[in-house]
């Protein structure tokens, strides 16, 4: 941020602050949002309102819009991770739940970590945009592959209770 945009390390923590302080109260919305729409369908819903977000963080200049994006999308994308996290246990027998979480954190680490690289690259090469282009496009390919993938699961367990 600071080399694109000229702000400084204070105003940048400032931001970081502000983003806690949303997801934080994100959070206390987080049971109305899953009582009214399901589970998978705000999961599905909260991250692809993220995605403008993360396009109006690269296509505008100015600090305070990009401010208001960065916390948007990083308080909307990540406030689906309590709900996958509760889903995924579900899904498993009791006694595969830490293989489970550990399985599917780990991979989580692996594509940050390789995508952070790849990314740094292209920055590194000049292109500047194209992470974020790459990064809004997998977010909207993995919001409607969670959707499609367990909408039927949560429509079956309604049926049953």
């Not at 997801?23 to 009214?36: C, D, E, G, R």
């Not at 963080?57 to 689906?80: C, D, H, K, Q, W």
Request: glycine share 6%; charged share 10%; with cysteine.
């Amino acid at each position: 941020m600071n080399n694109f945009l000229g702000i400084d390390a204070d105003s940048i923590g400032i931001i970081f602050s502000l983003t806690e302080i949303a997801m934080v109260s994100a959070l206390f919305l987080l049971p109305t949002l899953t009582n009214l729409f399901g589970r998978v369908k705000t999961v599905s819903f909260v991250q692809l309102l993220s995605i403008p977000f993360l396009l109006l963080f690269i296509g505008t200049e100015s600090v305070i819009l990009v401010a208001i994006s960065y916390i948007m999308r990083s308080t909307l994308m990540n406030l689906a991770n309590p709900i996958m996290n509760n889903l995924k246990l579900e899904i498993v027998e009791p006694e595969e739940r830490s293989l489970m979480n550990s399985v599917t954190w780990m991979t989580c680490y692996i594509f940050v970590g390789v995508g952070t690289y790849i990314g740094g690259e292209m920055l590194a090469l000049g292109y500047y945009k194209l992470p974020f282009i790459i990064t809004a496009f997998m977010y909207g390919i993995a919001a409607f592959l969670y959707h499609m993938f367990f909408f039927i699961y949560e429509n079956k367990m309604e049926v049953v209770n």
